[in-house]
């Protein structure tokens, strides 16, 4: 169970950052598209306004999906900010049970919003939603790695509080225990 778990951590963070690239080249091709049609206005003939339908629609879409899809990959490397100051001096019984309350709450709280997201996505589905740039997308396409991010995110939460549970330290601070204690590389 934790290789599939811990898979499906990467391949959330994996496809997170292929959407980032993505952007990157969607808006690279039209910056590229706009340096033509300068050129050619300036060389005196009429610019052939070159343009990528949609691509800062695309753009955003891809941003919103690669947010939410890094999240959990995020939080179990420790790259998410926590304020950790108190914790880290409190005595470890309290320590675990701060631990415990914060993913309890984490948890259910991104479970609330993941079960909305997905019934955002059903209603999109359903009522043919479709978004409003020059090339008309359905809603739920890009509507789904959010709320796939969220349920992702939910399962680490739920994971991490086992861990605690079963006296373990939670990822996020087992893969930032380095940095805080300066042993790492």
Not at 42 to 58: C, D, K, Q, R, V
Not at 80 to 109: K, Y
Not at 129 to 140: E, H, K, T
């Amino acid at each position: 169970m934790r290789a599939v778990l811990d898979g499906l951590y990467r391949v959330s963070g994996a496809l997170a950052a292929v959407l980032l690239a993505a952007i990157g080249v969607i808006v690279l091709l039209q910056v590229g598209a706009n340096l033509i049609d300068k050129m050619v206005g300036w060389a005196g003939g009429t610019p052939p306004g070159l343009l990528i339908p949609s691509y800062s629609e695309f753009a955003g879409f891809f941003l919103a999906a690669s947010s939410f899809l890094a999240l959990a990959y995020t939080l179990r490397m420790g790259g998410q900010i926590r304020v950790s100051l108190i914790i880290h001096n409190l005595p470890p019984r309290a320590r675990r049970f701060i631990e415990l309350w914060c993913t309890a709450v984490a948890g259910s709280m991104t479970g609330y919003f993941a079960w909305y997201a997905t019934r955002l996505v059903l209603d999109s589905l359903r009522f043919n939603d479709l978004s409003p740039g020059i090339v008309p997308v359905p809603l739920w396409i890009p509507q789904t790695p959010v709320a796939v991010g969220l349920a992702v995110l939910t399962i680490a939460l739920a994971d991490d509080f086992v861990r605690v549970l079963r006296g373990k330290l939670p990822t996020y601070e087992e893969n930032t225990a380095g940095i805080l204690t300066g042993d790492a590389d």
